[in-house]
Structure formats: structure tokens, C-alpha cells
């Protein structure tokens, strides 16, 4: 890469490492500082550009305290396979539509908004927690509420306890929608006993959790839902200032074949307007045309607000960060720099440089962090308590095991997401990873280790927690 830039042969950059007694091979990474000094060497004129540099003042520009307006709460809808969260999210989408509006057709476009009292609500179309972790994976905190379905002919299963763990992981407050109450073996206090054991308190239980039975089927109960978010919502006091430049994420991203690239962009904070120019991940482009969920074209997106955007160069990712900058020269130049960025860290990715025991200590010791995240699966439950409970115990003042997920079963893609996310390595007692969840783990990163004894477990988690990890098994 460095030769190809200075219209060089890798073999001659090569030679002049050998010759300083650096012994390198295409691919390698070569420092900032030994990258200067070669091209330096070869004549070039070294002009360091850092992240902070290319991408100084997109993103956190400071909001400004004054103009900060209340914007719509942005909800996922998370839970159990089965339990309903489709059902849901198309009878949420539909009582808006009866009550009116335009009355145009709605669109998919990945999110959506309802009003409801005369506020609105933005529900991310896409259930479950496998796209809320990806996103959050590529750090787009787009989620302020959960809201948590659970069938109450059902109760508390697998995917409700990882839902329960991505929500609490991320800090996002949680809204429990016991759903099907209108089936005949209903029980929705059993839902809430279920969930007081992982920790999640509705208010019947003196916790302060929000629950709402509903039937997503029947339409029982849609508005209370509702309420209770808006009523969230008010505690969280969420804020934007509407009259800056925008950011948001790319919650959906296509080629359309007719449109070309189109990117359905949350807006969180700014409005977003027509001839804006943009850069969304490694992307960037300028707005033709903004699209919201009722297909109609708007001119301008506020705080909140999902818009399908056009206008992009190339598709951006899920998850990416979108930012308007002042003009197509800045975004050029992040767009390159980022793609290069994206380069680079797939090349140390595959070195397996992220997620390994040894990499994370050497992380919390740079960062000062005391936590050692850790996502744990076994074959039984009674192992895994007794696992958690040995780690629990390694604890000391400076470090200690935090337990991000725990559970039975394999592991699973998600589980490497919620690793991903979480920057936790990932142990299997007795159980080994499926083949999705191990192509994950190889194209993210995230160390996967299997043990069959407690011991060896608990005794590499307490090498590596002192900075002294044994050798790979
Ligand atoms: P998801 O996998 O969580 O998205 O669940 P779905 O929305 O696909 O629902 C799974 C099944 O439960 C479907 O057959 C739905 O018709 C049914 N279902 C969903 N909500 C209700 C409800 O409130 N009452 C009843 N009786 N069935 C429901």
C-alpha cells in the first residue's frame, strides 16, 4: 500500500527495510513514524494527517444549549422468536395510518414514525436485538427506549434474557410489552416474575419498569403501549438542536437499480436538507432527494426523523455515522481516508488483533479500565453459575470480570455481535460455536475459547486479568 501510493516497488520499500534491519512482507503494518522515515527516504514529501485531523468538527460538534428542542424518542422492538414483534410493529404502523394523515401508502424503508397525542414516535422497523447490536457494533447509539415482547402464553425464553442483556449492555431503558394476552393460556404474571429474574423489575413488583399487556393481533392495548413510551420518553429528556448541521446513522442501505444508492438515515441531531453534502461511513455524496416512510418527498428531516436519502456516491453500511460537511472537497478526503482507515483495520482484524485475551488487558491498561468484559456459554446452567460465580470471585480493586452474557447453548452469531459490541471475549464450556457464529468471530475479530474445565478457565481468565496470560492452548 505504501509503495503502490509512492508509485514504488514493494520490493525495493522491502529492501530498504531489510537494510534497516526490519524484516517485513507485504501486508505487514508498518508504524506512522517508520512510514514517514521510507517515504521521506524515497523523496517524498510526508504530510501526517491524522483521524482527528480529516474528520475535525463532523461529528460532536457542540450542540448549542440554547436551541436544544424535546425530539421523538427512537424505540426498537426486541424479544423471543415467535413472541410477536413483527405482529407488533405492523399493528403499531397501522392504527397510525387509520387515524389518517396523508393516507398515502407506507413505505419499508427500515423505520418508521407514529404519532400519538400529538407527539411522535420513531420505531426502527427491523425487529429483534441482532440489528440493534450490529449497529451498535458500528458505534451508531441509535436506540433510546426497548421496547421487550414477551408472549404471555410463553413467558421468559432464551432470546428474551439476551435481549434483557443487549438492552442493559447498551444502557437503554427497557418497556416490557407482555404481548397475546388474548390467547386462552395467558399469563401474564407469570411474565413478571419471569423477568424479576434477570433482573428486570416492572412496577407491579415494585420495580420501575413500565409493563403493558397487549395483543398486537387483536390491537388490545396499542395506545397504552404508546403512552408508556411517550412517558419514558419525558424521564429520559431527550434533546436535539434542530438548527445545526445533521448527524444521524444509515439504518438500511441499497443499490436500487433505478435510484441508485439509498441510505435510510435516522437523524439525530440537525435537520438534514435537500443539497446537503454527506458523508456516511466510508461514503459520501450530496442529498438529491429525501424520501420519509409515507413516500412522500420532503425537503428537510428534523431530529428523529427516518428519511430515505439519495444522492450517495456509493452504498454506505448499516450502522455507519452520517454527517453533513461544508463542502465535497472535506467529504472526498474523509471518504478516502476512511476507506483507507476500513483497509487497514480489516488487514489487523485478520491478525486476529481485536477481542483476544491478551489485546483487551493490554487495552484496559492503556485506558485505565477495571472491567474485563467477558460473554460466557456452557452446556448447563448449574456450570455457567458456577463459572460466574469462580470469576465473580477473581475480583480485586483494580480488576475485575464483567459478565456481558451469560447462557446455554451454542454459541451463536449473536452472541459475537454482543462481544463485538461489547469489545468481550467469548468463552464456550462444553459447547463450541456454530459455523455463522465462528465466520463472525474470524471476520470481526472476537477470541473464542473453549474449555471443558473449570479450572483451566477460571485459572487463563485470572492470568489474564493479572497481565500474565499462558500460552495458547
Ligand atoms: P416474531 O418472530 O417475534 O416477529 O413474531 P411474529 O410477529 O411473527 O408472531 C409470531 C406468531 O404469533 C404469528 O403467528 C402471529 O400471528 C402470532 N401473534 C403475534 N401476536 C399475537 C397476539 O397478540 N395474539 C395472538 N393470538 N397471536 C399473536
Not at 152 to 176: C, L, R, W, Y
Amino acid at each position: 500500500e505504501l509503495a503502490n501510493r509512492m508509485s514504488e516497488r514493494s520490493v525495493d520499500v522491502i529492501k530498504f527495510l531489510m537494510q534497516q534491519g526490519q524484516m517485513m512482507k507485504p501486508g505487514d503494518i508498518i508504524e506512522a513514524d517508520l512510514a514517514e522515515l521510507i517515504a521521506s527516504e524515497f523523496g517524498h514529501t510526508v504530510r501526517r494527517v491524522a483521524e482527528s485531523d480529516v474528520e475535525e468538527g463532523i461529528f460532536n460538534v457542540e450542540d448549542n444549549v440554547e436551541k436544544l428542542q424535546s425530539r421523538p424518542p427512537v424505540v426498537t422492538i426486541m424479544g423471543h422468536v415467535d413472541h410477536g414483534k413483527t405482529s407488533l410493529l405492523d399493528a403499531i404502523r397501522k392504527t397510525s395510518v387509520v387515524s389518517g394523515e396523508s393516507g398515502g401508502i407506507t413505505q419499508h424503508i427500515g423505520a418508521y414514525q407514529v404519532e400519538q397525542d400529538g407527539q411522535k414516535i420513531t420505531f426502527i422497523d427491523t425487529p429483534g436485538h441482532a440489528a440493534f447490536t450490529a449497529m451498535r457494533a458500528r458505534g451508531a447509539e441509535a436506540t433510546d427506549i426497548a421496547v421487550l415482547v414477551v408472549a404471555a402464553d410463553d413467558s421468559v425464553m432464551p432470546q428474551t434474557i439476551e435481549s434483557i442483556n443487549h438492552a442493559k449492555s447498551a444502557g437503554v431503558p427497557i418497556i416490557v410489552a407482555i404481548n397475546k394476552i388474548d390467547k386462552p393460556g395467558a399469563d401474564a404474571s407469570k411474565v413478571r416474575t419471569g423477568l424479576l429474574q434477570h433482573e428486570v423489575f416492572v412496577e407491579s413488583m415494585g420495580g420501575e419498569v413500565l409493563d403493558v399487556e397487549v395483543s398486537a393481533t387483536k390491537g388490545l392495548n396499542l395506545d397504552k403501549l404508546l403512552e408508556a413510551i411517550l412517558l419514558q420518553a419525558e424521564l429520559l429528556d431527550l434533546k436535539a438542536d434542530p438548527e445545526r448541521t445533521a448527524e444521524g446513522s444509515v439504518i438500511e442501505a441499497q443499490l436500487d437499480k433505478g435510484r441508485g444508492p439509498v441510505a435510510t438515515v435516522l437523524v439525530q441531531t440537525g435537520t438534514l436538507k435537500i443539497g446537503d453534502i454527506v458523508v456516511a461511513g466510508d461514503e459520501w455524496g450530496r442529498v438529491r432527494a429525501l424520501i420519509n416512510d409515507k413516500g412522500e418527498q420532503i425537503k428537510e428531516a428534523a431530529p428523529s426523523t427516518p428519511v430515505e436519502v439519495l444522492g450517495m456516491q456509493g452504498t454506505p453500511l448499516a450502522g455507519d455515522r452520517m454527517a453533513v460537511v461544508e463542502n465535497e472537497g472535506k467529504a472526498r478526503e474523509i471518504a478516502d481516508y476512511r476507506q483507507r482507515v476500513a483497509r487497514e483495520k480489516q488487514v489487523a482484524k485478520n491478525a486476529g488483533q481485536r477481542g483476544s485475551l491478551e489485546q483487551m488487558m493490554s487495552q484496559l491498561q492503556d485506558t485505565g479500565l477495571k472491567e474485563f468484559p467477558l460473554l460466557i456459554k456452557g452446556d448447563v446452567q448449574g456450570s455457567i453459575e458456577a463459572i460466574v460465580g469462580a470469576l465473580d470471585a477473581l475480583g480485586t480493586d483494580e480488576v475485575r470480570a464483567r459478565i456481558v452474557h451469560s447462557g446455554a447453548g451454542a454459541i451463536t452469531e449473536s452472541d459475537v455481535a454482543l462481544a463485538a459490541a461489547s469489545n468481550a471475549a467469548i468463552i464456550g464450556f462444553n459447547v463450541r460455536a456454530n459455523k455463522q457464529a465462528r465466520d463472525a468471530s474470524a471476520r470481526d475479530g472476537i477470541e473464542i475459547r473453549y474449555y471443558n474445565i473449570i479450572y483451566d478457565l477460571v485459572d487463563d481468565v485470572k492470568d489474564a486479568m493479572s497481565g500474565l496470560l499462558s500460552p495458547e492452548r
